[in-house]
């Protein structure tokens, strides 16, 4: 048998008797002309080493596994074990780990630091995730996640746009983002309530110091937290304007029009004051 001839997943989740717990976020994928595309969108193949974060019944483990790559997948939910273990028979390229992947130390998993994350994401995990891989120790070669679209609009928009902030902040700090992929309600079961899409992210080259990271998670907190007022009050505790003007901004812009550039500036300013 081979990872094109297994069953269809609706066919295996009924032979198991499973369903979708809420309490995991989760929402299966069961369409697989939609996870093979996004296994495109990853531009993952032979020879290529993939983390998948929750894969459920396995439908975007089958796409992974279709390109060649080597996955390894983190389930919290033990119920999908004997599933996963199925699809394990047939391709000796699929790890399981069973575990919180907010807990697991990635580098504890694979041999080779040239990672890609793929994944579609539970929903009331996928932002603690992506800030976990872009500011911890451990970066990924790539990242193509699934979000909710709201989500993925806080990642992707910049300055002025609506869902700019702190997240979109952070994200393009590091990496270069883009929604590469809407996928409706419909294609998942059950559906949710919201659209999805996918967001491709590769790091940057120049990705920011662990010293800078930190400044700038302070600083876009501050700023952010208190969106509506000027920087000079929003970032008060943090300096005022004296910070403000040492990074050559206005004080009495507010933290949505601010750059990226902008906010890092900040963040060099208020390590050079401590």
């Keep these: 048998m081979t990872i094109e001839s297994l069953p269809p997943l609706r066919d295996v989740l ?4 499973l369903w979708a717990n809420k309490a995991f976020g989760q929402h299966f994928l069961l369409d697989l002309n939609i996870t093979r595309k996004i296994a495109r969108l990853a ?11 929750g894969p459920g019944p396995g439908g975007l483990t089958r796409a992974l596994l279709e390109t060649g790559a080597q996955v390894t997948a983190i389930e919290k939910d033990p119920r999908f074990q004997p599933i996963l273990d199925e699809i394990c028979k047939i391709s000796d390229k699929l790890h399981v780990k069973l575990a919180d992947a907010l807990r697991v130390v990635e580098t504890d998993l694979v041999d080779t630091p040239y990672v890609h994350i793929v994944s579609n994401l539970p929903y009331n995990v996928g932002t603690p995730l992506l800030i976990k891989w872009l500011t911890g120790p451990w970066t990924p070669a790539s990242l193509t996640l699934m979000f909710q679209r709201e989500v993925a609009d806080r990642i992707t928009e910049g300055p002025g746009e609506e869902a700019y902030g702190r997240l979109a902040v952070i994200v393009q700090a590091t990496c270069q983002a883009h929604r590469v992929m809407d996928v409706p309600a419909r294609a998942f079961s059950p559906p949710p309530r919201v659209e999805s899409a996918v967001v491709r992210l590769e790091p940057l080259p120049d990705r920011p110091s662990p010293a800078r990271l930190d400044a700038l998670q302070k600083i876009t907190a501050a700023a952010f937290g208190q969106r509506r007022k000027m920087l000079r009050s929003s970032l008060k505790v943090l300096g005022g304007d004296a910070l403000i003007e040492a990074a050559g901004i206005d004080p009495q812009v507010r933290a949505e029009t601010v750059s990226v550039a902008g906010f890092l500036a900040l963040a060099d300013a208020w390590i050079a004051a401590r």
């Design 14 to 17: 009924e032979a198991h008797g």
């Design 43 to 53: 531009k993952v193949g032979p020879g290529d080493h993939v983390i998948e974060v």
